[in-house]
């Protein structure tokens, strides 16, 4: 046991961290004590103890350097015990043992020799081998927990008192393993079952990781018992069908049902419906009678896109319940050992866990480690020891637990549901298993890992290993597996049979918060809907909006900003863009809806236009004019997001389906951003109705225009919103003028139905001269125009040019037409393009009797904007107003980017495309 002294760490340097050493009963703080007052403090503890018996000074001074050493011990094991746990249940995990957790290496040449320790009766002396035995079973056995890199002591010390001592083991008392195992067959039995009823059908199994199962039903015991009434949970394929069937509760039958090709909703719903391994669904359970709501977010084969989406409603339905901190709301997150390293919105929903916006009191990650990844081995898949170390950047605590004792995977789920609770943090499990069969069960793993699969093919099931775990302690006797298991398989049998009838009795749609909304026809989508204020209501913003408390140091520039709103809004002329959104916030939120606007710097807004936050210059308080109206109820909630749009564009979503009274808001800083969150936009936002029956009100504001600002910052695409509209899902503008965009927000919450609202928001629109709205447009009988006219129209049996465009392209057009003379050019603007607004175009163009041409003008290039898009509907529309003709494009070619970078080139094109449009000159411009 002999080892070279320095090896170790050197005692004799002063300047030793004593923050290392983390021993409550010390009576120190460890981040202010030096070594020296360490070594006085545990010297001065033994003297005390020892009493009269005790020896020299000398002696005291060595026994307090041994005290220190064995505390150092203590903590070694604390911060790398867990690379010595019993992780994997395969053993092919294979690391040689730490060589820093050796008494060796500290220092210590006995077993024997005994040290004082601190306890919570004071002093006593024990063996080194009494010492490395109860740290080896605290931190080297089926857990290993890793949090000592979180920096705040009292969590590290709730963390110790639950893993760490003597009599730290995992206790359950035989009716609990009883119904551990229970849940452990049923989970094994049911994968077994669909094996043997839908042969190379794909289910994505959780077969070697059924301990979740209980795990996940600790979770709502728990959690039930320390408050939590609602829990939603987000999940990959992998297990899904599981946890629909043993922890949702989701009817066998319904399953079977889809299994055999049924609808998983009644026939007369609609919509594309989707695999059975994408669905989710809603339950409740009861856990000593405590009640307690289950919802199962549905998600697509994007790996983890679901978690900020589970994370915006647990927000909404914390916010709906007044639950600052999430007590009563539990987010937990299931995922695949490479998808949680390898996905990068993990890491931005860790990020925002944090955060005032977004936080929600505390995520619980179970991470289902099947040490592969499809065919992809973890040392090509992570740059990390584990899967979970990303969750360090949060300072989470992580538990490693071994998948096959299904015991200590059940009580690190009590653990963290305790730790989440109290700290409002969160905590990781990561649940080392195997993967029995393949990536899916069609797969044959062995081409790529034919040793794992050599050793999970002669692994015992874990319902296995730990019923004989059980018979050893004697909780059962030899039938009760067996017995229980035939049980649950003649169960399965006959709801398999019963499976064949069964009709799903509704949808699981419009229910709970959703109650009073439901699916438009066609009539409700052409109604104008009446979204105009009360001339009250105007008046009381008008004061919000412009009044500054005296208190209230703010900016001079904004000084000058609210005296010419005020002036606007009390003359009644000139109101800009900002203020009419203004108007529609507030106005909402005095109707009794709640409004949250969230996005990049969105409390100033990107241009410097909102000023929805007011920053007092010499104390830098915030203040917010909207929230002052109520003092209660709903409000008006901005957030300036962290530096994200796939995560916070998901999180966005999430609140919206959970909340359809919030007029829900999420702006990109410039439209082309939202290309970073494409994903969210094509697997929820255009096609969550139609999958999954998840209607969602959220709008999405993308800045677009052409100024000349470079491929970057001029084109939110929206050819790729138009490219996805189909079947009523959603709807895209591009608006032109404040009042306009006032009744499209107002009308948005006015209406008895949802849809997602994609609005090309302007850039120079936002302070044009012309691009401004009156009184009168706001206060009275007005509502959304979908189509608006031109300023300064030829009368429609003068029209021989009709120029249909959209976006600030439309002022251009009219003063270009007006400084040429044109008389007989009409320009139109599309403010809707989808649904697309056919039958007031109709309209209009049955009243142009001398129509000779129709024109499309656009600023994007020929192959992105609007053209393919309207074209066919256009000349639909033409062909039903009577005129024989097709309409004609004017704009930029075709380009593979989204703009020039060349101002002076931009002027040039923008020129031509006028031109073009107006057939006032001969243009190269592509026809």
């Known amino acids: 046991m002999s080892v070279e002294r320095e090896q170790g760490p050197s005692w004799a340097r002063d300047n030793w961290p004593i923050s290392e050493l983390d021993d409550a009963n010390l009576g120190l703080d460890p981040t202010q004590a030096t070594l020296e007052e360490v070594k006085e403090k545990v010297a001065a503890a033994i003297q005390q103890t020892a009493g009269a018996s005790a020896a020299t000074d000398i002696d005291v001074q060595k026994a307090a350097d041994a005290s220190i050493r064995a505390m150092m011990l203590i903590r070694t094991y604390r911060v790398r015990g867990h690379l010595a746990a019993r992780l994997d249940p395969l053993g092919l995990a294979h690391h040689e043992f730490p060589k820093e957790l050796t008494p060796e290496w500290h220092g210590f040449t006995s077993l024997d020799e005994k040290v004082w320790l601190g306890g919570v009766l004071g002093f006593q002396k024990a063996s080194i081998a009494q010492i490395v035995g109860v740290l080896q079973a605290n931190y080297c056995g089926t857990v290993g927990v890793e949090y000592m890199h979180i920096n705040d002591l009292e969590e590290r010390r709730f963390l110790q008192d639950r893993v760490e001592g003597k009599d730290a083991e995992i206790h359950f008392t035989p009716e609990g393993k009883q119904a551990i195992l229970a849940k452990v067959i049923e989970g094994e039995q049911w994968e077994k079952f669909l094996a043997r009823k839908y042969v190379g059908t794909k289910r994505f199994g959780l077969d070697g990781g059924e301990s979740m199962i209980p795990a996940l039903e600790a979770v709502i015991k728990y959690g039930g018992q320390m408050g939590v009434t609602e829990m939603t949970i987000g999940m990959a394929h992998r297990g899904r069908l599981n946890v629909l069937a043993n922890v949702m509760g989701k009817p066998y039958r319904a399953i079977f049902h889809e299994f055999a090709g049924g609808a998983s909703n009644p026939e007369d719903v609609g919509g594309s419906g989707d695999v059975k391994y994408h669905l989710g669904t809603s339950s409740d359970r009861e856990f000593d009678g405590n009640n307690v709501h289950l919802s199962l977010v549905p998600n697509p084969s994007h790996l983890e896109a679901v978690d900020p989406v589970v994370l915006g409603k647990c927000r909404a339905v914390m916010t709906l319940r007044g639950d600052k901190h999430g007590k009563t709301v539990l987010p937990i997150l299931l995922h695949g050992d490479a998808a949680f390293a390898g996905q990068g919105i993990v890491a931005e929903c860790l990020m925002m866990s944090g955060l005032q916006g977004y936080a929600t009191g505390g995520t619980l990650h179970f991470v289902i480690n099947n040490q592969i990844g499809f065919t992809t081995s973890p040392q090509f898949a992570r740059s990390s020891p584990y899967p979970s170390d990303i969750a360090k950047s949060i300072q989470a605590p992580i538990l490693h637990v071994n998948g096959d004792d299904p015991e200590a995977v059940t009580w690190a789920c009590k653990v963290a549901i305790e730790y989440r609770q109290t700290f409002g943090r969160d905590i990781v499990i990561d649940m080392w298993c195997y993967r029995r069969f393949g990536h899916n069960e069609s797969d044959e793993p062995k081409f790529t890992q034919p040793i794992m699969y050599d050793a999970i093919g002669k692994h015992r099931p874990i319902s296995e290993v730990y019923s004989e775990r059980l018979r050893d302690e004697g909780v059962i006797d030899g039938d009760w597996a067996s017995s229980h298991q035939s049980e649950f398989v003649a169960h399965l049998e006959e709801e398999f049979e019963a499976g064949n009838d069964y009709e799903p009795a509704k949808a699981d749609w419009f229910g709970g918060r959703w109650a009073n909304l439901t699916v438009p026809d066609e009539d409700d989508r052409r109604r104008n809907t009446g979204t105009a204020i009360e001339p009250d209501c105007y008046d009381k913003l008008t004061e919000v909006l412009t009044h500054v408390p005296e208190d209230l140091d703010i900016h001079k520039t904004l000084g000058r900003i609210l005296k010419a709103k005020k002036k606007a809004l009390t003359t009644g002329e000139g109101i800009d863009w900002a203020t009419g959104e203004a108007l529609a916030f507030g106005s909402l939120v005095l109707d009794g809806y709640q409004v949250r606007l969230s996005g990049q710097d969105s409390g100033r807004g990107t241009f410097s236009q909102r000023h929805a936050v007011w920053v007092d210059q010499k104390t830098g308080e915030k203040f917010i004019p909207l929230r002052e109206m109520r003092t209660g109820g709903p409000r008006f909630e901005v957030r300036d997001s962290p530096l994200s749009e796939y995560g916070v564009l998901g999180f966005e979503y999430g609140y919206s389906i959970a909340d359809p009274m919030t007029l829900n808001l999420w702006e990109a800083q410039f439209g082309d951003f939202v290309n970073g969150a494409q994903i969210m936009i094509d697997q929820f936002i255009s096609s969550g109705e139609a999958k999954w029956l998840r209607a969602s009100g959220l709008v999405m504001l993308l800045p677009h225009g052409y100024e000349g600002q470079g491929p970057e910052h001029s084109s939110a695409r929206p050819e790729r919103f138009l490219q996805l509209c189909a079947e009523d899902n959603m709807q895209v503008c591009n608006i032109t003028t404040p009042a306009n965009y006032f009744h499209v927000l107002r009308r948005q919450m006015m209406r008895d139905f949802r849809k997602p609202l994609i609005i090309m928001t302007p850039k120079s629109l936002l302070r044009h001269k012309q691009a401004v709205s009156n009184r009168d447009e706001f206060v009275g009988e007005g509502h959304f125009f979908r189509i608006k006219s031109d300023l300064n129209p030829p009368a429609p049996t003068e029209t021989k040019r009709l120029v249909l465009c959209t976006g600030k392209v439309a002022y251009e057009l009219m003063d270009a037409r007006d400084e040429a003379g044109d008389e007989h050019t009409q320009i139109v603007r599309i403010e809707q393009l989808y649904p697309f607004p056919s039958e007031p175009l109709v309209k209009r163009l049955k009243e142009m009797t001398n129509l000779e041409e129709v024109v499309w003008a656009q600023e994007e290039p020929k192959n992105q904007g609007y053209w393919f898009f309207v074209d066919p509907l256009i ?48 243009t190269d411009t592509d026809k």
């Open 875 to 922: 000349e639909q529309c033409l062909a039903d107003a009577g005129h024989d003709m097709r309409p004609i494009y004017a704009g930029r070619p075709p380009s593979a980017s989204p703009a020039t970078g060349l101002a002076s080139r931009h002027k040039k094109q923008q020129a031509a495309l006028i031109a073009d449009a107006l057939g006032h000159s001969a």
